[in-house]
C-alpha cells in the first residue's frame, strides 16, 4: 500500500507477501486475501493529515524487483 499526498509522490506504508493475511505500520493495517486475491488498508484513529489518495500495488513476482500494477486508488478525505 502506498500514500500520494496532493502534487507529491507515493510513499510506502506497508509491503506484504502472499503468505502474510495482516500487516501493521503504526495506525495503518493492511489485511490480504490470497484466494480473492483482494487488500484493504484500514486506518486507526484518522487525522486531517491523512486526506490522500491510497493506491494497492502488486508485483508480479511477489517482490518490488517484478513488474509492479497500481491499482487506481482512493481518495480519503478526513474532515475535522
Not at 507529491?8 to 507477501?17: A, C, F, K, N, Y
Not at 503468505?19 to 495503518?28: A, D, L, P, V, W
Not at 486526506?51 to 486508488?73: E, H, N, P, Q, W
Request: proline share 2%; hydrophobic share 30%; net charge positive.
Amino acid at each position: 500500500w502506498y500514500k500520494q499526498d496532493t502534487g507529491r509522490g507515493p510513499v510506502s506504508l506497508t509491503i506484504m507477501t502472499f503468505s502474510e493475511n495482516t500487516k501493521s505500520n503504526g495506525r495503518y493495517t493492511a489485511t490480504l486475501d490470497a484466494d480473492t486475491k483482494q487488500s484493504s488498508l484500514h486506518i486507526t484513529a484518522s487525522q486531517l493529515s491523512d486526506s490522500a489518495s491510497y493506491i494497492c500495488v502488486v508485483s508480479d513476482r511477489g517482490s518490488t524487483l517484478g513488474r509492479l500494477y497500481f491499482g487506481r486508488g482512493t481518495q480519503l478525505t478526513v474532515w475535522p
